[in-house]
């Protein structure tokens, strides 16, 4: 079957099987390797997505599901000030070991910096409960979002 | 590739109407409403599906609406769009308390209160709350609409009162003024975890008399249930502390629990109790009553 939709901003039309996931879409039809193959049970977060802005895992997404909507993957949003500012304090703070989880974490970290909500560092821990880093490092990544909207404050 | 969504076909539902028409006229065939539940289900072969009808862009299902004495709430509302309506947080607060605790922001975007409520597993947190708030399901098939109240709903685990071809289209919330009520979660962990048991509880109280008492449970039974005993032994009798403690221990008359992966039955069983007077005395305290 055919969907359409709005990958970073251009329109796309792929040709999918019905079970087809999204994560398997982007990764293998279009390029998109930040978004990451973890747990493929919508557990982990690594392949985290925008879908119409909201974080969506698109390993537990139908391709079919997003015909008509608007996809953000971290390749969309590489000039993005709110990104650079994230990808900055990640790097500052330590908030990376291993790298695998971290394109997951930056972009529910973005869609909350952009969704206005308040950033306290309980509302940070919250928000991103659905980002698994198993090297453990919770501590720095919580401190880096902080760190950033306070800067993005400024 | 570990997990595999088996070959399926996927028709998409753009209108109510055209959604009963599939799902009337499809065999074997599964309703998608966010798929968060449904598509690890496919993956794990919790069911033989042939056809799925996707009713996530039906607009006439989502909406969130104060009508004075009850909130109507559409089949397809996502569960974060009920976290952040300031119509639950002030006609239904203890619905976004429980929905808060569920999941991950990632799974509450696409998940749906009606999907957690017809997939109806033992577990579903949006059920205690509503069980307590007396909630009624409007179902809805091409042959007309009938209301059952949600203490009616669940028959066991992953079975509900739904027939072939019925739609779970709204959820009548009705507005409990001058109540108090609460939900407390226990889980394996904090965050993004499942309910080892799962308590709501509401209270209206009158001249320091329990006026009305709600008890519901999950986790605890093969469906989501109410404590009648732990109500019953309350209601109309003077606020204390004694009473309280008395009322939360009947609550092993109303569950049967299991042991399984999360917790054993016995952990399951004195938990209901401290979680049922826990969640009374946070109640008492929301509905303004000092003990």
């Excluded at chain 2, 507005?175 to 108090?180: P, V």
């Excluded at chain 2, 509880?201 to 249930?225: C, E, H």
């Amino acid at each position: 079957m055919k969907v359409s939709f709005i990958l970073n901003g251009e329109p796309v039309t792929v040709d999918v099987k019905p079970n087809e996931t999204l994560l398997d879409t982007l990764r293998l039809k279009l390029n998109i390797k930040s978004v990451k193959r973890g747990c493929e049970r919508a557990e982990c977060g690594a392949c985290t997505v925008l879908v119409d802005g909201r974080p969506t895992y698109s390993c537990n997404l139908l391709t079919a599901q997003v015909e008509g909507k608007e996809v953000t993957t971290l390749e969309g949003l590489r000039d993005d000030p709110i990104v650079k500012e994230l990808t900055s304090k990640f790097v500052e703070r330590g908030a990376i070991q291993c790298g695998f989880c971290t394109p997951g974490f930056i972009i529910t970290a973005y869609a909350l910096l952009k969704s206005g909500k308040e950033l306290t560092p309980e509302n940070v821990k919250k928000m991103l409960e659905g980002n698994i880093c198993r090297c453990t490092g919770y501590k720095k990544i919580i401190e880096a979002v902080t760190a950033a909207a306070e800067a993005l404050k400024k | 590739m570990f997990y595999r969504i088996p070959e399926i076909n996927y028709f998409r539902a753009s209108t109510l109407e055209e959604a009963l028409e599939l799902i009337s006229k499809l065999e074997n065939v599964k309703v998608l409403a966010g798929g968060s539940d449904l598509l690890i289900d496919l993956k794990i072969r919790r069911y033989e599906v042939k056809n799925v009808v996707d009713i996530s862009g039906i607009k006439e299902l989502s909406y969130i609406e104060d009508r004075g004495d009850h909130v109507a709430i559409g089949a397809a509302t996502k569960l974060q769009d009920i976290v952040e309506s300031p119509i639950i947080a002030t006609k239904a607060p203890v619905l976004a308390e429980a929905v808060n605790e569920m999941a991950s922001w990632q799974v509450r975007n696409v998940a749906t209160i009606g999907g957690n409520l017809c997939n109806a597993s033992p577990a579903a947190d949006t059920a205690p709350p509503l069980l307590v708030l007396n909630a009624r399901l409007r179902l809805v098939s091409l042959e007309g609409e009938r209301e059952v109240p949600i203490t009616e709903f669940f028959l066991g685990p992953r079975k509900t009162v739904l027939r072939k071809g019925e739609l779970l289209k709204e959820i009548v919330v009705p507005y409990e003024r001058g109540a108090g009520a609460s939900f407390i979660k226990l889980g394996r962990r904090n965050a993004f975890t499942l309910s080892v048991v799962a308590v709501a509880t509401l209270v209206k109280v009158r001249n320091g008399i329990f006026d009305d008492v709600r008890v519901a449970l999950n986790s605890v039974a093969p469906k989501p249930v109410r404590a009648v005993s732990v109500e019953k032994f309350l209601k109309s009798r003077e606020v204390s502390m004694s009473a309280i403690e008395e009322g939360a221990k009947r609550v092993l008359q109303d569950i049967s629990p299991i042991s399984d992966v999360r917790a054993s039955a016995d952990y399951r069983k004195e938990m209901s109790v401290i979680l049922t007077k826990e969640s009374l005395l946070r109640s008492l305290e929301r509905a303004g009553v000092k003990l």
